[in-house]
C-alpha cells in the first residue's frame, strides 16, 4: 500500500483545489473530482492514479 502521503486525500478541500489548480479546466476538474468523491469511485488512489484519471476524461494538465 502507498504511503499515505502519496494518496490523494479528497476529503480535504485544499487536496481539490490543489490538483484542480494543475489543470486548465480547473472549475470542470473541481467538479468532476467533487463527482466522484462523494461516490467513493477514487477513494485510496495516489496521486498519480488520480492524475492518469484525468487525463483519460480529456482534462489539460498544466504544470
Same mark, same amino acid.
Given at each position: 500500500?502507498?504511503?499515505?502521503?502519496?494518496?490523494?486525500?479528497?476529503?480535504?478541500? $485544499? +487536496?481539490?483545489?490543489?490538483?484542480?489548480?494543475?489543470?486548465? +479546466?480547473?472549475?470542470?476538474?473541481? +467538479?468532476?473530482?467533487?463527482? $466522484?468523491?462523494?461516490?467513493?469511485?477514487?477513494?485510496?488512489?495516489? $496521486?498519480?492514479?488520480?492524475y492518469?484519471?484525468?487525463?483519460? $476524461?480529456?482534462?489539460?494538465?498544466?504544470?
Amino acid at each position: 500500500m502507498p504511503s499515505d502521503y502519496a494518496l490523494f486525500n479528497y476529503k480535504q478541500a $485544499h +487536496e481539490v483545489q490543489y490538483v484542480s489548480s494543475l489543470y486548465l +479546466e480547473r472549475q470542470k476538474v473541481k +467538479e468532476c473530482l467533487k463527482a $466522484h468523491c462523494s461516490d467513493g469511485t477514487i477513494s485510496q488512489w495516489t $496521486h498519480k492514479q488520480l492524475y492518469d484519471f484525468l487525463a483519460k $476524461h480529456g482534462f489539460t494538465k498544466i504544470k
